[in-house]
């Protein structure tokens, strides 16, 4: 990690909730890749496949966090009939030829895709959302108690007020407060549907940097 300062590559980075958290953990570069634009990411950016592109440089970088998008595992999109790429499974395969410490991030519906992955809940943060999250790594992860589910969410498609927990996607209302609440002021609601929220991925983030810093001290 030259200069003291450890590189994190966020692949599928949408509009970089997820980046936000590895900054505030405290790694020193972050530079996010996805297939689509994302003229709302706040740090270094490359439009790009992002497995090809962890195949080509993903050397260069101290850890990786990895959101396959979850349309494949959304039960909404089998009721559909819709398909869509498995990019878990080849993401994986890529990370663990590369070595390093390594997160693959998804919804709950994923889980029979991940290995022994830990789960994050909004309100063991503070938050006034629940969007649990799966994290597999080949890091030992520890989590927070999980805080029971002891309040309602308003209903979607309901008028939202501060402090009401909620369900932030479709077309949800009161987007500033969701905004403020998951600590995502720059991001669209678009991005806020299926973004991670920031708090997830800084307290992971300074379990990366711990290993880190165990490899260099080994």
């Known amino acids: 990690m030259p200069d003291d300062k450890p590189r994190l590559l966020d692949l599928f980075c949408c509009q970089g909730a997820a980046s936000e958290g590895y900054r505030r953990a405290g790694f ?5 890749v996805d297939i689509n634009p994302q ?9 790009r496949d992002a497995v090809k592109f962890l195949k080509r440089f993903g050397r260069h970088f101290d850890a990786v ?5 979850c349309q494949r595992y959304s039960k909404a999109q089998r009721i559909r009939g819709r398909e869509h790429p498995d990019l878990i499974g080849p993401t994986r395969d890529v990370l663990r030829e590369l070595g390093v410490p390594y997160v693959i991030e998804n919804v709950e519906d994923a889980r029979p895709e991940l290995i022994d992955p830990v789960t994050l809940c909004g309100a063991s943060f503070g938050l006034h ?4 999250r799966l994290f597999e790594s ?3 992860l520890e989590v927070p108690e999980h805080t029971p589910h002891l309040v309602k969410t308003v209903k979607m498609g309901r008028a939202l007020s501060p402090g009401d927990f909620y369900h932030a996607v479709g077309n949800f ?11 995502v002021p720059w991001m669209t609601r678009d991005g806020i ?6 708090c997830f991925t800084e307290y992971i983030g300074r379990q990366l940097l711990e290993a880190l810093e165990g490899q260099r001290a080994a």
């Open 39 to 47: 003229p709302r990411y706040p740090f270094g950016f490359w439009q």
């Open 65 to 69: 966090h990895a959101s396959p998008p």
């Open 173 to 183: 209302s009161n987007v500033e407060y969701i905004r403020q609440d998951m600590g």
């Open 193 to 198: 549907r299926e973004c991670i929220p920031p």
């Open 28 to 32: 020193g570069v972050v530079v996010g």
């Open 129 to 132: 959302t629940y969007r649990h």
């Open 138 to 140: 080949n890091v030992t």
